[in-house]
């Protein structure tokens, strides 16, 4: 006896593997009928052909929804991590790739700076870095020729050789880099030469109330300490620089495993690596890293120093205390807060100008600085008024409006920094050198942060801290609204010389 059939499918709705076939079975059927052509079964048909459909077209409305509700993020916002790499000499590689860019931006940085400069020497390893590319003639072929631009920085924590150009030109830049560190120019006559064009840029330029006034606040906070000095050095700190100490520093700092090289463009990987570790892969490594380490300095003086300008119509404030490292994990707290108290001080005295609080952060604890230009007239008072800023953001948490004002500011710079190639290499060599926070979670910990971080951070930096204190303008004027502890002084900056 045969079994009984049964469908697996009807004829309406199918699966997708068995539709045509199921819809030629209905032709099939009807066709003794004569009913192929009538209305109902064709509407019928075609409604249910429609109904298959249908999920499909909602699918493709909603995915197109999708992409035009979501925001899409641009590189510059994501700070997007950089590929890796080492050499076998120990030179680090950071690359992001940039398909269909033209250029290429290119920065080595040394992770050693003017902190290292020796007593009395100050611009040493300035000298050093002028000494990489000595001749402005290579300036002018990158520029000419490469379509880019040659730039040497030196910090008190680095010396950054920036170079750019067209990225078909990726193997020349990097030859010059290889010329820069591993043929060094440092004989007698080139060093002569280099000392004698950085010594006559010292006497061109013309010194202003704020760049001594800014100078002489370092002195009064750090003393002897090496973020006491201009990384430039002075004329007579240059003068004293010999050959054998340019020798000794690129001995010491200009090694390949105290190096990382930051690239940024539109050049293949394979095509960078095979470059860098043809040209560069020679450079030598050090036999030992030198550390930091430098004697703590002392706590200021916390007398005013009033520094005497007699021609002076107006005041130039400084009040500074001792900061944070790079590496500390409140150093973004810290720049919210001199947001914070720049606003708090320039509402509390408007006839204030040129103001500016900022935490300068090195590897080692830097300086919180506050600055601006007052009436001779208003001078107690801007120093009143900062003191009791200082007070109130260590008492209690700023408010909360001016506390989001400073936040938005803050993370409306970062962006801005990341969105360009030099700041996004630079972003991004900070983290080698200072071991500070991942340029791609930054945006992240300024949303987290509350105007609690802030008092907090205050509290660290300026409860029952020694602050320093400068005002320079006409002395007979300021000693009226100065009363008791200040100490008056002809307008010469003398820094004392290092242990």
Request: aromatic share 6%; with cysteine; net charge positive.
């Amino acid at each position: 006896m045969p079994f009984s059939r049964r469908r697996l499918t009807r004829f309406w709705t199918t699966s997708k593997l068995f539709f045509a076939a199921s819809q030629l079975a209905a032709f099939e059927v009807l066709r003794p009928l004569g009913l192929r052509h009538h209305p109902v079964f064709t509407n019928h048909l075609m409604l249910n052909k429609m109904t298959n459909y249908l999920p499909r077209l909602l699918s493709g409305v909603l995915c197109l929804a999708l992409v035009a509700i979501l925001p899409v993020r641009s590189p510059a916002q994501t700070a997007a991590e950089p590929e890796r790499e080492t050499l076998l000499n120990g030179l680090r590689i950071l690359y992001w790739g940039q398909p269909g860019n033209p250029d290429v931006f290119l920065r080595l940085r040394i992770h050693s700076g003017a902190a290292f400069d020796l007593a009395d020497k100050g611009g040493m390893m300035a000298l050093l870095g002028d000494a990489l590319f000595p001749d402005r003639s290579t300036r002018e072929y990158v520029s000419d020729e490469l379509g880019g631009r040659l730039e040497v920085t030196t910090t008190f924590d680095t010396i950054d050789v920036t170079i750019s150009g067209k990225a078909a030109n990726l193997e020349r830049m990097i030859d010059l880099l290889r010329g820069a560190v591993m043929t060094t120019q440092l004989g007698a006559e080139n060093i002569a030469t280099l000392k004698e064009a950085r010594i006559k840029s010292f006497a061109e330029q013309t010194s202003s109330a704020s760049s001594l006034a800014d100078q002489a606040i370092t002195t009064r906070l750090f003393g002897s300490f090496p973020y006491a000095h201009p990384t430039a050095g002075t004329t007579v700190s240059v003068s004293k620089i010999e050959r054998g100490d340019l020798m000794s520093a690129r001995e010491r700092f200009l090694n390949s495993d105290n190096a990382t090289v930051a690239v940024v463009g539109g050049v293949e990987k394979s095509r960078l690596m095979r470059a860098l570790r043809q040209l560069l892969g020679p450079w030598g490594k050090s036999d030992k890293t030198i550390p930091a380490t430098f004697r703590q300095p002392s706590a200021p003086n916390p007398q005013i120093l009033i520094l005497d300008r007699p021609a002076s119509s107006t005041a130039e404030i400084r009040l500074a205390v001792r900061g944070l490292a790079r590496a500390d994990n409140d150093v973004l707290p810290a720049e919210l807060l001199a947001l914070v108290a720049r606003n708090l001080w320039q509402t509390a005295l408007p006839e204030l100008s040129n103001v500016v609080v900022r935490h300068e952060a090195h590897l080692l604890p830097g300086m919180f600085l506050f600055s601006a230009t007052a009436p001779q007239a208003s001078a107690a008072k801007a120093v009143s008024a900062a003191q009791d800023i200082m007070r109130k953001l260590s008492q209690a948490a700023p408010p909360a409006d001016e506390f989001e004002r400073a936040r938005t500011a803050l993370a409306a710079q970062m962006s801005q920094q990341l969105s360009q190639p030099a700041g996004l290499a630079g972003a991004w060599l900070d983290v080698d050198t200072f071991k500070s926070p991942r340029p791609n979670t930054v945006s992240t910990l300024i949303r987290s942060y509350t105007p609690g971080d802030v008092q907090r951070v205050a509290t660290r930096l300026f409860k029952d801290a020694p602050v320093a204190t400068i005002v320079l303008g006409n002395a007979e004027q300021l000693k009226a609204q100065f009363q008791g502890n200040i100490e008056t002084r002809a307008n010469t900056l003398t820094p004392p010389a290092k242990p």
